[in-house]
């Protein structure tokens, strides 16, 4: 199954973006024309870049509060409220992405809550609609990413923290750590094989965004937010561009992969 | 109690609430727009002063919820059973069993993890087209098949490998096959990797968008996802209804997660990290 219906169809990607082909008639080689396009066309190359961009959306930013999150969560007493916590933070991540998409273009049109918070905090010349701009768009569809990915980085890295040897935390009060040094010298380094697996699942679910840019903007404005999940299925099915598609569906294949590796050779060392 | 302790309680209490209210308050917008007067554009947050229960109702027929569920749950139950038995025996088989080519065939799936479904879609949809499967739910089903199963053979594998080598043997001392070995012993104590598996994937089943989006035409042979997409397109301006039907396409998802919960987040923690 896994050969006849990703590995075969992996290779035909590759034949594919070496032809001009409309999906109909009979196809043309065009030799490297389709990857020099990726580099030249502005419109492909963007798209690449705000893919990288999203990293810092749904990688960073959700690491980081989910590290924050999970320390302060270890502190509690196990309880309804860390439960609470717990799952409340998780919810995002198992609702479909579609639906994600439509609650966050609601938040951020002209009449949803975002608008509304600025407008009751006086801050009325600050609004506006958030996706259709053209500064805004890409952080706001980021945000998105944040609240996806915030609950499983969460959860994975307090599962983490939960496998620390107490004794380290207890040898680090005794050495009059505070809260702050506790964290960088005893926390930090136990969570490496869960920072890993956050940032390998993160980093693809950016770099291969689809349904959440897809529902919000469709790439828009303009080419604000077009990342390269949108722009293979717009040149396939929409613009009949399937030798380009292609080319850029397999190095969109190869630059996550180039990404993912040395991530994970840090998770295996030691 | 030191005022800075009570002071640093006060914060940390004060931080989680505001990331969960993050998490929860798009999902909030949501459900009182759902009850607002139909047809109206209400604010962002605002309970309504008669709330319109019946919205839901309206959402239901609008957009073919029971059509929709059904190819949903046709679609489950033809993606899950079959690669969560697949992805057992695979990983079973990589991780117990010494397999000729076992490395070379665990790297290719390992490349399959990385690989986004984005990439395979265009040549997915002219090989389904060509075989005339294009439209139908098979063109959902088969492909995601072979698309989930990377991820569950590494996630069957990590839990083979940890089992106790010392069953195998035993059972080998008292002349059991390696097939009984399998069904006997191996299989009863994975029982939570695989159905944690199974739930996993049945929210990848579910909750997938683009497959449908491009495989099918018709909507209600789409998954509940796809479906919701086309019902963006095509109420995307009346918000009330959109919100309603987005809600109502939600609960499957999130029952099953609450229902779980418990062991999925535990079963996440094991078998991710391995």
Redesign the interface.
Known sequence: MYGVFVLFPMLQSVQYSFYDWDGIGPATTSGLDNWKAIFTQPELLQSVVNAFVLVVFYTVLPVGLGLVAASLIRELKPGAFSTTARVVLFVPQVLPLVAAGIAWTWMYSSDGLVNQVLRAVGLDQHTRAWLGDFTFALPAVGVIGVWVMLGFCTVLLLAGIGKIDPALYEAARLDGAGRVSEFFAVTLPGLRRELVVCATFTIIAALASFDVVQIATQGGPGYQTMVPGVQIYRLTFLQQHVGQASALAVFLAVVVLVVIWPIQRLGREK | MTTSGLA?RVT?TG??LA??L??????L??FT?ALAAPGS??????WPSDPHWHNFVDAWSAANFVALFRSSILIVLGVVPATVA?ATAAGYALAALNVPFGKAIYG??L??L??????????????LRSVGLLGTRLAIV??L???L??FGVFWMRAHFLGAEPALTEAATVDGATTWQTFRRIHLPLATSAWSALSVLFF?AS??Q??LP??LVDDPTKRT???G??AF?GQYGTD?VL??AG?LL??LP??L???IF?RNF?KA??QG??K
Do not use: K
Request: aromatic letters at 10%.
């Open positions: 640093h940390r931080i989680l990331l969960m993050f998490a929860v308050v798009p999902l917008s949501m727009t554009t209400p604010q962002g947050l605002s697949m290719l799936l490349v399959g990385t690989l986004p479904f984005e990439a395979l879609i265009t040549p997915l949809y002219y090989d088969l492909p098949i072979g698309l199963m990377p929210l579910w909750n968008y683009l989006l491009v509940v996802a796809g919701l997409g963006q918000i959109l919100c987005s396409i939600i998802s999130l099953i997660f609450l919960q987040v996440l923690m991710a990290v």
